[in-house]
């Protein structure tokens, strides 16, 4: 088969009436599907409900100190918790703060500091230029947080190793820089794991805004499919080594291993940056919820019973993620106006259509009964320059929904790219 963008406008025409045939019988169809965020299905979730048997009046309510977890108290975790994150994350257990079921709130809380009484340096909303660094393709929620706070977003193209490192280098010369969004592994929507080079060249900024911090959403860190899944290097040893230990705040949860909705967070920094933020926790609370972290805790007690459990979650998620891409294989390859990343582990897929074509696919999408993350939603203010990138996220429908959900998404790539094209021709 030729590729759409070598055919005549004859063949063109010939071609569109046929995937306009096929869209419409998917159409008629009803479809109701949900690709649109990175939630677990209810068959990811059924793996952890074991533990809500293990607190309670037959096991008891106390931790490893014998503090009783339906109290007050307890402001930075229980130990247990400490130590399970401290093994994942591999840094100390007295560098955790364990909190409770949301990465997104700590993240937001933590710039929200920065805002009113700085990160080791002056308050940023003293700085009427205040900026961010948004590598992109990227996660919406990050850069929400930062455009709520009135920072100009800048956009850091990522490549096959992370993010533009020349670009950060240079940029964090700019003292308006207060830091930068990273999901390091696995990224957010990507699928790519930051390369040890990539990794050390972070540890080695020297930023002008003393309050500058890398933002490192550790949010996948356990989310192979494979058991070689991706190697990411370790930031904080790095810069350690580079002199920068206040450098990195990390961030990890539960949300994706357990529930979302009920999980557990933790955030861990140098001793200096732990002080600073356990000294502000005190007056935001008395304690998380111990009662969830005692689940936690029973539940893994070791970190190799939790990578035990996300042996489990990829036996769900891996066929999941093959459908969608034995798909694009099949209806896109030779089109040539399409290509998307397979990633070995996380919960996206990047798929880049024809530039001016994304916007058209959601809307076809959306009509045949599938719902996406809105086009242009992976980049800063919700603005694709090339109108190109789609966040697909296979992990909430059945294996069979996945299928048809792909199928709907292929053919709508098809038609908005023949559409176009014709457009163009008769132009």
């Avoid at 356990?222 to 961030?251: M, Q, R, S, W």
Wanted: charged letters at 25%.
């Amino acid at each position: 088969m030729k590729k759409y963008t070598e055919m005549d406008h004859g063949e063109l025409k010939a071609e569109f009436e046929k995937i306009k045939k096929e869209y419409e019988e998917l159409k008629k169809a009803g479809y109701s599907l949900d690709m649109s965020r990175g939630k677990p299905g209810k068959d990811n979730m059924d793996l952890s409900v074991k533990m809500f048997d293990l607190v309670g009046n037959a096991t008891g309510f106390k931790n490893v100190d014998g503090i009783d977890c339906r109290n007050y108290g307890g402001l930075d975790g229980l130990t247990e918790l400490k130590n399970l994150f401290a093994a994942l994350l591999e840094m100390p257990p007295e560098q955790m703060i364990v909190g409770g079921n949301s990465s997104l709130n700590k993240m937001f809380d933590t710039v929200a500091q920065g805002m009113t009484h700085g990160l080791g340096g002056k308050p940023w909303i003293f700085d009427e230029n205040r900026k961010f660094l948004c590598p992109v393709p990227g996660y919406d929620r990050h850069f929400a947080i930062t455009e709520y706070f009135g920072f100009k977003m800048i956009s850091i193209p990522m490549n096959e190793s992370g993010p533009d490192m020349d670009m950060v280098e240079e940029l964090v010369k700019d003292e308006s820089v207060k830091g930068i969004w990273c999901v390091p592994k696995y990224s957010n929507p990507g699928g790519i794991t930051y390369s040890d080079e990539v990794v050390r060249r972070f540890a080695n900024l020297k930023p002008a805004e003393k309050g500058f911090h890398i933002f490192w959403d550790n949010a996948y860190a356990v989310h192979d499919f494979t058991d070689d899944g991706d190697h990411l290097l370790n930031l904080y040893d790095e810069c350690v080594k580079a002199g920068n230990p206040d450098l990195p705040i990390i961030f990890a949860s539960t949300s994706k291993i357990t529930f979302p909705g009920s999980g557990v967070v933790a955030v861990a920094a140098s001793p200096n940056m732990v002080k600073m933020l356990k000294g502000r926790m005190k007056f935001q609370t008395i304690g998380p919820d111990k009662l969830s972290q005692l689940r936690h805790a029973r539940m893994f007690l070791s970190l190799d019973d939790m990578k035990a459990h996300m042996k489990r979650h990829a036996e769900i998620l891996r066929p999941k993620f093959e459908n969608v891409l034995s798909e694009f294989r099949l209806r896109l390859s030779d089109t040539g106006v399409a290509r998307w990343n397979e990633p070995r582990g996380g919960y996206f897929i990047s798929l880049y259509v024809m530039p001016g074509c994304a916007k058209r696919v959601f809307e076809l999408c959306k009509n045949a009964g599938l719902t996406l993350t809105d086009a242009g939603a992976a980049f800063p203010y919700g603005i694709d320059p090339e109108d190109s990138h789609l966040r697909i996220a296979p992990t909430y429908p059945s294996a069979d929904e996945i299928k048809i959900a792909a199928r709907v998404l292929s053919t709508a790539v098809r038609y908005a790219a023949l559409e176009k094209l014709i457009i163009n021709n008769c132009n």
